[in-house]
């Protein structure tokens, strides 16, 4: 199975100028979690999430109109030709753990993109064939790498965490008048 058969080709992108806010916008008009950041000649340059785009607002305690997707967008892009076998692409988001990467041409221009959805779409569209058998293992390969446990990151690499607003902490009255725990 090739990827250009399950890739998705309705896409909306976004340039490294945009604002985070209008990125956001775009996912949610489009109803996905990410947006490949192309450049003025529609190569995908990197990829955008929408934890990138909370992350960056809380790292930074600005708000996604101040904030460009540059600031937040991935740093590596991984990404795969649509005449690709499936399980060599899924390899790939494997090894880089990435749910999703763009499928670009010769010429490096964006095509679609493939994602673990469509992995798991192409298992689920029909009766166990051995293409749907072949997206099932790839999609179960790629779930497993994507939901690993990243290790801790050293302290002194930790972005600074903004102070979160205090909020009065509610105390178990009936708990504590007894001399219980909680």
């Known amino acids: 199975m090739k990827v250009q058969d399950i890739m998705n080709m309705s896409l909306s992108t976004c340039s490294a100028h945009d604002r985070l806010d209008a990125a956001a ?3 949610w008009e489009h109803d996905c979690g990410c947006l490949p950041v192309v ?4 190569r995908p340059m990197a990829m955008i999430t929408d934890r990138d785009l909370c992350m960056a607002a809380f790292t930074t305690g600005k708000r996604l109109a101040d904030l460009p997707v ?3 967008m ?3 892009l991984v990404s795969c030709r649509p005449q690709e076998d ?3 692409a899924a390899q790939r988001m494997c090894k880089h753990g990435v749910r999703r990467i763009p499928v670009v041409d010769a010429a490096g ?6 994602s673990l959805n469509d992995l798991a779409a192409a298992m689920a569209e029909g009766p166990a064939t051995k293409t749907a058998n072949i997206a099932a293992n790839e999609a179960l390969r790629v779930l497993a790498a994507v939901s690993r446990h990243r290790s801790k990151v050293p ?3 930790e972005p600074p965490a903004p102070t979160p607003p205090s909020r009065p902490v509610a105390q178990p009255q009936a708990a504590a008048a007894k001399g219980t725990s909680v």
């Open 25 to 27: 916008a775009r996912m």
């Open 70 to 72: 540059a600031h937040a």
């Open 155 to 157: 302290a002194a690499a």
């Open 86 to 88: 499936v399980a060599v």
């Open 39 to 42: 450049d003025h000649d529609g």
């Open 109 to 114: 221009k964006l095509m679609g993109l493939l």
């Open 74 to 76: 991935s740093k590596q």
